[in-house]
T-cell receptor, first 117, second 114 residues
Framework: AQKITQTQPGMFVQEKEAVTLDCTYD???????LFWYKQPSSGEMIFLIY??????QNATEGRYSLNFQKARKSANLVISASQLGDSAMYFC??????????????FGKGTKLSVIP | KAGVTQTPRYLIKTRGQQVTLSCSPI?????VSWYQQTPGQGLQFLFE???????NKGNFPGRFSGRQFSNSRSEMNVSTLELGDSALYLC?????????????FGDGTRLSIL
């Protein structure tokens, strides 16, 4: 079974509108972290937002917010007031309770977001 | 503060050759991870190094190896290159400790095998 599922291969959004990118995850760990990254066509991966499994509040970072529903194992990214520069691939990733300290992210397949002027 | 630097940006090799990719992490970051990104398989974890020790390894053949130096710089080596090794190789660094620390990625090395 996939650990991170992003069901929307591609999405379109009108400039200045809000958009939600879906992410569901699968883990048996109690302690884990969820991340969203943006990858423009140039290739670099840009960190957007983080949500810890024990965080009670949904994370927010500027125009980005994370709709975290732990019971449903979903961590959807909400981008408000879309801009043309938001056109990119978006990846959801999870860091599980690896052995002490080690760092490994598991990524979803990504969602390609296109912002229409 | 300088970001993660990967060299070279582009590389063309032929089957059977070997290649070494380099990564300089953000100053102060001691954890360095490598990922392979292909259109078919997506982003896959290769390995992670911390204080010159490999802490974690993904499901890749032994042709893929790496190392980390005392200044936290890391290299990744692929021997006996195959066509399927054509990919974007991304290096990421992070601070140790808190699970909430994000990995910061470099621009990647795009490797093409002819």
């Amino acid at each position: 079974a996939q650990k991170i599922t992003q069901t929307q291969p591609g999405m379109f959004v009108q400039e200045k509108e809000a958009v939600t990118l879906d992410c569901t995850y699968d883990t048996s760990d109690q302690s884990y972290g969820l991340f969203w990254y943006k990858q423009p066509s140039s290739g670099e991966m840009i960190f957007l937002i983080y949500q810890g499994s024990y965080d009670e509040q949904n994370a927010t970072e500027g125009r980005y917010s994370l709709n975290f529903q732990k019971a449903r194992k979903s961590a959807n990214l909400v981008i408000s007031a879309s801009q043309l520069g938001d056109s990119a691939m978006y990846f959801c990733a999870m860091r599980e309770g690896q052995r002490a300290g080690s760092y490994q992210l598991t990524f979803g397949k990504g969602t390609k977001l296109s912002v229409i002027p | 503060k300088a970001g993660v630097t990967q060299t070279p940006r582009y590389l063309i090799k032929t089957r059977g050759q070997q290649v070494t990719l380099s990564c300089s992490p953000i100053s102060g970051h001691r954890s360095v991870s490598w990922y392979q990104q292909t259109p078919g398989q997506g982003l896959q974890f290769l390995f992670e190094y911390f204080s010159e020790t490999q802490r974690n390894k993904g499901n890749f053949p032994g042709r893929f190896s790496g190392r980390q130096f005392s200044n936290s710089r890391s290299e990744m080596n692929v021997s006996t290159l195959e066509l399927g090794d054509s990919a974007l190789y991304l290096c990421a660094s992070s601070l140790a400790g808190d699970r909430g620390q994000p990995q910061h990625f470099g621009d990647g090395t795009r490797l093409s095998i002819l």
